[in-house]
Structures are given as C-alpha cells and as structure tokens.
C-alpha cells in the first residue's frame, strides 16, 4: 500500500470516528437535556396549561413548545411566560443547560425560593422571573455575568437584594426590580454604574434616601421608575444628563425643592409623572418639554402658573395638577392639538375661562376642575362631547346657562357642577344620559322645573338639586327609579303640590326634600326622611314630627 492510500484511508478512518464520537456527545447531550426539560416539566405538573403537550421523550427537546436550540441541537431558550404555570423551579436541573441563554417564565404562577443553584445559569444573557409568587430572597447572582436583561419584579421576593451581585454584570440593559417588599436600602452605587441600562424599574420595592450622585452616568436609560418609595431630597440637576429619557417617574416618595432646571434637557419626555411629593416652586421649566404626552405633578406644594406654552404641546392628552397652589389661567388653547382626555386641576387657585377646545379631537373623558377660580360659561363646545365620561367643575364661580347637549351626553357617568352661579332649566333631553350616576347641581340659580324625562337616565343614583330655584311639582316618573336610586336631595327649592305616591317605590338611603312648599301627606314608608320647612305637609303615621293629616 503506497503511502498516500494509507494516508488517505486514516483520514477516512478519524473523520469516521469523529463523527461518531460527535453522534455519540450530541446523543449523550440531548439525552441528558431531555432528563432536565422533563423534570422541569415534572415539578410543574399541576399547571393548567396545554404547552406541555409536546414534551415527549419521542420527540427531540428542539421540537418542545416554548424551546430554542442552537446549530449544535443544545437547549439555549427556554420560554415559557405567560403559561399559567404552577409549582416550584427545579433551578438545580435547569441550570445544568449549559448552552443556556434565556430562560423566562413571568407571569405564571410559581412559587417556593428561588435557590441559589441559578448561581450556575452562568451563560444567561436574559432572566424573567417577574410576576409570580415566590418566597424568600434573591440568592446571590454575581456568576451571571452574561446578564442583559434581569426582570424579578412584582414575585414576592424579600430580604435584602444582593446588589453587589451586579458589579459583575456590566452588559446590562434591563433592570426590574419593582413591586417586591424587599429590605429599605438605599439606591445603590452598583446601579449607577451600570452605564448600558436603558430601563430602570424599581418602583415599589423599599428604595430610600436621596438620588446617588452618578445618576447622570445611566445615559442610556429610556425608563426610569422610582415611584412608590421613600426617596427623600431634591431631584438632582444630573437627571438632565439622561437626554434618552422618555419616562420618568417619581411619584409617592417624599422628594422636596423645586424641579430641577436641567429638565429641560429632556427633549424626549413624554411620561413625566412626580405626584404625591413635597415639590415647591413653578412648573416654568417644563415649558420646553414639547413632547410630553402625560405630565401628573398632582398632591405637591407647586405655586405660580401654568405656562403658557402648555397650550402649543402638540402631543398632550393628559394634564393632572390637582391639590397644588396653581394660580392664573389655564391655556385657552390647552388640549386643542392631540386627542386629550384627561385634565385635573382640582383644588387650585386658577382663574380665567375654561379652555374651550379640550374635546376637540373627539377624545375628551374626563374633565374635573373643581374647586378653583374659574369664571365665565362652560363652553358650548363640551356639549358635543360623546366621549365625556365624568365633567365636574363644581365649586368655581362659573355663570351662565348650561349648554343644553350636556345633560344627554350619552357616556356620562357624573355631572358635577354644584355651587357656582349657573342658571336656567335642566332640559328634557338629560333622558339620553343613560350612563349617569350622579348629578350633583346644588348652590345654584338653577330654575324651572325638574323635567319628568329625568326618569330616562335610568342608571341614576343620586340626584342632589339642593337650593336652586327650581318649582313646579315633584315628577312621578321618579318612581320609576326604584332598582338605582339611592340619594334624592330637592331641598331648598320651590317645589310644590304632593309627593308623588310613586315615592313610595323607591329604596332610599338619603331622602330630603326640606324647605320647600310641598303639601299633603308623606307616605309612611318616606317617613325617614327630612321634610321641614314645608307647613303643608302632614304625617300619616305616628312618631313624626309633622302633624298628623286630618281624618277624612
């Protein structure tokens, strides 16, 4: 045999025996991974789930539901979210994948420790436990130094979190620790110095203490939520660095001073939400914030105006600043641009008209300014507003005629415009309100009579007209709110003739038809209710205060 055949016939031979020796790894290791995804499968076989279904030992672990592989036939994904999934996480098998990249299972069900065995998941690049119900605390996780995307939040952990466990994750890009009752600390220095971190969520989790001085250095970030803590001190002048930010939120902690200048480096904001703090000063320096789409600065200590350039925000559809000491008028062109919905500037001191385009894009659900300064008409416009769910504009020193379309608006559920100085009928088409709970209209100049087309609004519960105008008789066709209403305040009005025998229908819990120039008997079953200032009426029956009717 010359050399060269011999040489040819012992490079078949190894390649041959490579081969086999790579059939029998790729064997031994699909065999070894089919044990794993079947204890796994095992440990949760009380879940209500179909995802299951496809794990059988006569089919290849590549083939499983929720399971990637790579070239090689190794278990590199494991994806299984959102499954209903029930029982405790065999980490101790699962972390023998040693191609394992991502492994996910949020929002199920799971439950017991997290044990530190996923300390040998070392080539995660992505962990989602989020949104279960595990006990105990977050084991140490310093091996996982492959990390991207880390979501622990909302799962019941609690204990002190191992935050030097992420010196070693310098990669990462997602942090989610929220809603999860863990130890007070304060937000670590480990964190701000994970400069890849474009979200950042550690709302609700028993952070403390004042911003760490290299916030600034998460330049990256997108999301930053803080919010549900006990945060103390100002927000930094180093939040302006983080230019990407398009969330930011802050609210129920305990931040002080004024908004920072720097915040109007955030070109990107559109989430901006510090509610429920000890803020101070003028909201002036968001006026360069174009983009914002929410802005909630609601229960602060915030002073001055609101600025004017408010009013060109082309995206804005939600403006709360309620409880705060806001002074000046609002923009009239506020909310003309994009489809607004939402305003509270509640317990205020603003003055000046209501904007009247708010519902301009047909969007328009709730609208509630009480207690403020407000003067002038409600707009003609908000009377073709299908969308309006609740309008309140109670306690201001508005004035005029109600437009006659808001009574029939046909989503409301609360119309609320009691004291202030309005006048005029309650027209007949409030009929078409077929969503209205309450219609709060007392300390008015409110008159004529209450309309018998009330009655329509058949989802009523409470009615309170208390001191207008209004005469005329009581409206029978009350009665036939007997399955709903349970508040009726008419007092101080100038109604008259008897109380309808209809009333005897109804199942009230607050009755009080006082100081009106009824008369005639009042039905027994009524007899809880409060009815002086009214010399005509009597009582049929015994206890009352009234005099009794003459026998017939």
Not at 259 to 284: C, I, T
Not at 292 to 297: D, E, K, R
Request: proline share 6%; with cysteine.
């Amino acid at each position: 045999m010359s050399s060269t055949r011999a040489s040819d016939h012992y490079l078949h031979y190894s390649f041959g025996l490579f081969c086999l020796i790579l059939s029998l790894v790729c064997s031994t290791v699909q065999s070894e991974e089919l044990q794993i995804l079947t204890k796994l499968k095992s440990a949760l076989q009380k879940s209500n789930t179909r995802v299951f279904n496809s794990w059988e030992s006569s089919v290849s672990v590549c083939k499983f539901a929720g399971i990637t592989c790579n070239s090689e036939g190794s278990v590199t994904e494991i994806e299984l979210s959102n499954q209903n999934l029930a029982g405790t996480l065999p980490l101790d098998a699962i972390c023998q994948l040693r191609s394992l990249e991502k492994l996910s299972l949020g929002f199920n069900l799971l439950h017991g420790p997290v044990t530190k065995d996923l300390n040998n998941c070392v080539k995660l690049q992505y962990l989602d436990l989020g949104n279960n119900v595990f006990t105990g605390g977050v084991p140490d996780i310093s091996s996982l130094t492959e990390l991207r995307y880390l979501h622990l939040n909302g799962s019941g952990f609690s204990g002190t979190f191992p935050w030097k466990s992420l010196q070693n994750m310098k990669g990462l890009i997602r942090l989610s620790l929220g809603d999860n009752p863990l130890s007070p600390s304060p937000l670590p220095s480990e964190v701000v110095q994970l400069t890849k971190l474009d979200w950042l969520y550690l709302s609700n989790c028993n952070i403390q203490g004042a911003f760490p001085a290299g916030i600034g250095n998460l330049r990256e970030l997108i999301n930053l939520e803080l919010a549900d803590n006990n945060m103390t001190g100002e927000i930094p002048e180093e939040i302006g660095n983080l230019v990407n930010l398009w969330q930011l939120e802050l609210y129920n902690n305990s931040f002080t001073g004024k908004l920072p200048v720097a915040l109007r480096n955030l070109a990107k904001l559109e989430n901006f939400d510090a509610s429920m703090n000890y803020l101070e000063g003028g909201l002036s320096e968001l006026r360069f914030s174009t983009n914002l789409v929410s802005l909630q600065l609601f229960e602060n200590k915030l002073t001055g105006q609101v600025p004017p350039e408010f009013g060109e925000f082309k995206k804005l559809v939600n403006l709360s600043l309620y409880t705060n000491g806001l002074t000046g008028p609002l923009p009239q062109k506020l909310g003309s641009f994009a489809k607004f919905n939402f305003i509270d500037v509640s317990e205020n001191l603003l003055t000046g008209p209501i904007p009247p385009d708010m519902c301009k894009q047909g969007a328009m659900k709730m609208l509630l300014m009480l207690d403020n300064k407000f003067t002038g008409e409600i707009p003609a416009n908000y009377a073709n507003c299908p969308t309006l769910t609740r309008f309140r504009v109670s306690k201001n020193s508005l004035s005029g005629t109600v437009p006659t379309g808001i009574w029939g608006l046909p989503k409301v559920n609360i119309i609320d415009i009691a004291s202030n100085n309005f006048r005029g009928p309650v027209t007949s088409d409030i009929k078409n309100a077929k969503s209205l709970w309450q219609l709060f209209l007392g300390n008015n100049s409110l008159s004529g009579e209450i309309p018998a087309d009330i009655s329509g609004a058949t989802s009523l519960q409470s009615i309170q007209l208390n001191n207008n105008q209004f005469s005329g008789e009581l409206p029978s066709s009350l009665g036939s709110l007997s399955s709903t209403l349970k508040v009726l305040d008419l007092s101080h009005n100038q109604l008259s003739g008897e109380i309808p025998k209809t009333f005897t229908s109804l199942r009230l819990t607050q009755l009080d038809l006082s100081y009106n120039k009824l008369t005639g008997p009042v039905p027994e079953s009524l007899s809880k209710g409060s009815f002086t200032g009214n010399p005509g009426l009597c009582s049929v029956g015994k206890g009352s205060v009234l005099p009794p009717c003459p026998h017939k």
